[in-house]
């Protein structure tokens, strides 16, 4: 077997025909950091002393989480009957909200390994993306992870495998990434199999930036597969989406620390730094050229990034306004998706609506302020964006429930999506039964192998962006898996559900539902809020309602008791220290009207823990 | 009564000085002395003052040598006193508490209240009140303590019912009650009963069985308290396992009213949230002490002072406070030295708890403001607000502690 390469291609001088670019697709947890570790391991680019587990995944929230968000790419030395080849292995996110960051990654390489969990088969997710790899011509190479667990059914998924994409079971690689079986095999094969890179080295400059990474000391950091001619330090740059151009400071390659290099050519697979401040100036998916020999034509396939989900985000402590504000403009260097603007809520006062790709950026997002700038947020229920004609043929487009028009709607859009599932074919009626209750239209359903099935679905965004991932997880026993893509929009019978506190509206309660709904949420929020506001001095009633028409009421009865019966010498200060905490405890409510609400009702209330409720009874 | 956690505060001097602040306006302060007697035959389950059974106190700390340690407490009191500067004053009040003081013989209760009245003097009309447990008396000893200058006993009587008594493992027969109250009266002694409301498992009809027992006895005073689950007591523990019912304030108001209107009908009249008497000479004047900031001397482990504005309290374990004294050091454990803005807090606190009420004077400009809402709330009673004076009414008493945070609000 092939030994770590003795002498390493050098950046700027390899001969593309020794240079392999690949990625690796896979579903979360089915085992792709540790596998890409040891590769980095075996190939001595990482010395066994430096390694931590899941290495090139940074972000502390992406290695608890065990997912990546932003790919890299690492150049690994190789060595094949006496031959040493350069390695470009190009990290992907995993996750469907990250669909187009995941198509520029494939955009970069010739290949593909179609890593699978010998354990539990192929997800929806890793199907999605298996086939934008197919569509880019990418050479597959089929592997299933982790045949060192017990429950592992490799024959078994190897078939389903092999059936897919054409091919032997036989030629399914099985590999652990945790004991490192088969991985020396799997770089073998990447040599053999997957094409080299071609392109013109004549050829003014074309690189593609696939990714775009906000570093705290160094800027942006660009990275790019180069196609044609090539890129050289102090070189003026050019953006050809925007025709920026800046000067190239450094050009390099990852192994997986950044190496200056003399710079990239084609085939190759690195980074540049310019000195932007922010990733909107380099954004993925755009052409690199340069000043002195421009391209004339872009290599195609940019696209903004669009949005999809929005939800307010409020600091708990108004005070740290000004932190979130800075944050999120921190942030926004680093993720070109991100997208806000000031908001203010009756009930929860100054904050940004944000829009995002998905509910998992959302999350990770949320997360991350939380994290890195000691924040305690409060986000909104997520919505999506409704296109709302009036019958003056005014159109707005509404992302937040408080400014849906209340006067006359000739017409309200909602953005839709086709949705696959993947599951064992036991849980097709518990699927079935979700994806109807969510307002779904079925559009076929096919059997993978004898017990797996795929079934397609045409739902509304807003039907999937709460809860269904945990409803479909629960229904289906974990063993479902869910892929989306927009599908355009259609016209629905929508309604804004108020919630009203002795009277007053809570602008964060409000919610845009199908009219067949309303009184589902009405009942359901009410509800939620009687168990979460403590009781006031006064009956405080809580209704929903859809204008002026009440469809849901509850009541939180008046407090009879607040008094504590003893008071004596030896109690006095303690009573008096708790009175100072009762204080305290009073600047974290929010007023409404006469209502004291604390802020952790507001939390409650508007987060999905009713699904998780759901899957516990 | 010293409850069993003490607060965090900054370390007490060994010699128990005061600060020269804690001298001023002395003179229009009364004094009073508290006596902890950290002794129980049993634990109750709800209990969590600092009391010691035989079994957990172990050696170091006999009940027979205790009165001695407060002895010596009382004489480092005296000097504290006089050194820091205060007028002399007698005592107007003295309360035993605890722990049961009656567990220890009454020639010791007896030696200890000689021995308070030879430091500072008795006033004439003092108060001087013992708490006790029914089946823990005897006529004879309840002669000694009046002889020895106690004007009051107060019987830890709970409930009149087997089964809510079983639930707080009080171990008095309920006919004990009477029979106590009986040679109290004899002695001479003025008599309070304590009962407590919202016991799991007390329906209403209880309660009242309660009450009108308790009033048969003809009480002089009536103190009810609704019970508080305490962190850290068995019951606390049997609730969280699910053993017991918790206890549900709705019930406790239900209670409260009850009570009120028994106990009004009866012809005893509120004068702080838990406390009923019979006439105003009957009002429990130690306690009012502590309502209306006033200073007391409080001895033994766990107990809690204050002059003017200085609050301590002593080390918990019997064993370490006897050892204190013995080393001439001050049993002191921490104390805390009040700002202004703590003492105006203090005494909104306590003074609305009265019904003789807090002059709305007393209040900051926005405590004041609030006045209005209580009113419109029906929290105060509006004719004494009017005339200059901040009283809870009955639905306000019920929700004091939010009446006080409306009158606090800065």
């Known amino acids: 077997m092939s030994p770590m390469a003795r002498t390493a ?577 009073k600047k974290r409510m929010k007023m409404v009207g006469r209502v004291e609400v604390p802020q952790e009702a507001f939390i409650a209330a508007l987060s999905s823990d009713e699904a998780k409720d759901k899957a516990r009874k | 009564m010293a409850p069993s956690t003490l607060p965090l505060g900054l370390p007490a001097p060994e010699d128990g000085s005061v600060p020269p602040a804690a001298v001023e306006g002395a003179g229009t302060r009364s004094f009073g002395l508290y006596v902890h007697i950290p002794f129980c035959a049993v634990r109750c389950g709800y209990c969590d003052f600092n009391t010691y059974t035989a079994t957990e106190l172990g050696g170091g700390a006999s009940q027979d040598a205790y009165a001695g340690s407060v002895l010596a407490e009382l004489d480092l009191g005296a000097r504290v006193l006089t050194s820091s500067g205060f007028p002399d004053r007698e005592l107007s009040t003295v309360f035993f508490g605890g722990g049961t003081p009656t567990l220890l013989p009454a020639s010791d209760l007896a030696t200890i209240l000689r021995a308070s009245t030879a430091l500072w003097g008795l006033a004439p009309d003092a108060e001087v009140t013992t708490e006790a447990n029914p089946d823990s008396v005897t006529p004879e000893s309840l002669r000694i303590l009046r002889e020895a200058g106690f004007t009051r006993v107060s019987f830890g009587m709970q409930s009149a019912v087997p089964h809510v008594l079983a639930v707080l493992d009080r171990t008095h027969a309920p006919e004990r009650v009477p029979q106590a109250v009986a040679w109290a009266r004899e002695a001479g002694l003025k008599v309070s009963l304590d009962l407590i409301y919202g016991t799991p498992g007390e329906s209403l009809e209880d309660w009242r069985t309660s009450l009108s027992t308790a009033l048969s006895y003809e009480p002089d005073h009536i103190s009810a308290y609704a019970l508080i689950i305490e962190e850290g007591t068995r019951l606390a523990s049997r609730i969280r396992r699910g053993q017991v019912a918790p206890i549900d304030d709705d019930d406790h108001a239900d209670k409260y009213l009850l009570a009120d209107e028994m106990l009004a009908q009866a012809g005893f009249q509120w004068y702080e949230v838990s406390n009923w008497a019979r006439t105003p000479l009957d009002e429990c004047r130690h306690n009012l002490a502590y309502w209306r900031g006033d200073d007391w001397w409080g001895a033994g482990p766990g107990a809690h002072s204050h002059l003017g504005g200085t609050r301590w309290w002593n080390v918990k374990h019997p064993r370490a406070y006897a050892q204190a004294l013995d080393a001439g050091r001050s049993p002191a454990a921490g104390r805390e030295i009040l700002s202004a803005g703590d003492r105006s807090v203090e005494e909104v606190m306590l003074r609305a708890r009265l019904s003789e009420g807090l002059p709305t004077d007393r209040l900051t400009p926005a405590g004041r403001r609030a006045i209005a809402g209580l009113i419109a709330d029906e929290l105060i009673q509006p004719a004494a607000a009017f005339a200059g004076t901040v009283v809870l009414s009955f639905r306000g008493r019920l929700l004091a502690d939010a009446v006080v945070r409306r009158l606090l609000p800065d």
């Open chain 1, 9 to 585: 291609p050098v950046p700027a001088a390899t001969d593309p025909a020794i240079i392999r670019n690949f990625c690796i697709i896979a579903h979360i947890d089915h085992g792709k950091s540790t596998l890409a570790d040891r590769m980095l391991q075996l190939t001595g680019a990482v010395e066994q002393r430096d390694m931590k587990a899941q290495y090139l995944d940074r972000m502390d929230i992406e290695r608890e989480r065990g997912i990546t968000i932003k790919s890299q790419a690492v150049r690994l030395p190789w060595e094949l009957d006496g031959t040493s080849y350069a390695l470009n292995m190009i990290d992907t996110p995993g996750h469907v909200d990250f669909t187009y960051e995941v198509s520029r990654s494939l955009a970069a390489c010739e290949g593909a390994i179609l890593l699978v969990d010998a354990a539990q088969g192929i997800e929806a997710q890793t199907l999605a993306n298996l086939y934008l790899a197919m569509e880019n011509n990418l050479t597959i190479i089929p592997v299933l992870n982790k045949i060192d667990l017990p429950a592992a059914q490799p024959e078994k998924y190897a078939a389903e495998l092999a059936g897919l994409i054409g091919g032997d079971p036989e030629d399914v690689l099985q590999v652990s990434g945790k004991t490192g079986v088969g991985v020396e095999a799997l770089l073998d094969k990447i040599v053999r199999d997957l094409p080299p890179p071609t392109g013109d080295p004549d050829a003014p400059a074309r690189a593609m930036i696939f990714d775009s990474v906000y570093d705290t000391y160094r800027g942006v950091v660009t990275y790019v597969r180069v196609v044609d001619g090539n890129l050289r330090p102090r070189e003026r740059i050019q953006m050809m989406s925007t025709r920026a151009s800046h000067e190239l400071l450094e050009i390099g390659v990852s192994s997986p620390e950044p190496k200056p290099s003399k710079g990239l050519g084609v085939g190759e697979v690195g980074y540049l730094i310019t000195g932007v401040k922010d990733v909107r100036q380099s954004k993925v998916g755009d052409t690199v050229t340069t000043l002195a020999k421009p391209a004339a034509e872009s290599l195609g396939g940019y696209e903004d990034p669009k949005p999809m989900v929005f939800s307010g985000l409020y600091p708990l402590d108004g005070t740290d306004y000004p932190v979130l504000r800075d944050a999120l403009a921190k942030f926004t260097l680093n993720d070109a998706a991100l997208v806000y603007e000031p908001e203010t809520s009756a009930a929860l006062g100054f904050g940004f609506r944000v829009g995002f790709l998905g509910l998992l950026h959302l999350e990770i997002t949320r997360e991350r302020l939380e994290r890195e700038y000691n924040l305690d947020l409060i986000s909104t229920a997520p919505n999506v964006e409704y296109q709302v004609t009036l019958e003056d043929r005014t159109v707005l487009l509404v992302t937040n429930p408080s400014e849906y028009p209340s006067g006359k709607i000739a017409e309200v859009r909602e953005p839709m999506v086709s949705a696959t599932i993947l599951a064992p074919s036991e849980f097709v009626g518990a699927i079935m039964e979700l994806c109807q209750q969510r307002r779904g239209v079925l559009g076929g359903m096919d059997y993978l192998s004898e017990d797996r099935v795929e079934i397609r679905y045409r739902l509304p965004l807003a039907e999937i962006v709460f809860d269904f991932f945990d409803l479909l997880k629960s229904r289906t026993r974990g063993y479902g898996s869910l892929d989306w893509k927009a599908d355009g929009d259609q016209v629905s019978d929508l309604v804004k559900v108020d919630i009203l506190l002795q009277g007053d509206q809570v602008d964060a309660f409000s919610a845009i539902t199908h009219r067949d709904k309303a009184y589902a949420y009405g009942v359901m929020m009410t509800g939620k809020l009687r168990e979460l506001i403590p009781r006031q001095q006064f009956e405080v009633p809580i209704q929903a309602a859809i204008g002026a028409r009440i469809i849901a009421r509850e009541s939180i009865r008046a407090i009879r008791k607040d008094v504590l019966a003893k008071c004596y010498g030896g109690d006095i200060t303690r009573k008096r220290k708790l009175l100072e905490k009762q204080k305290e405890g």
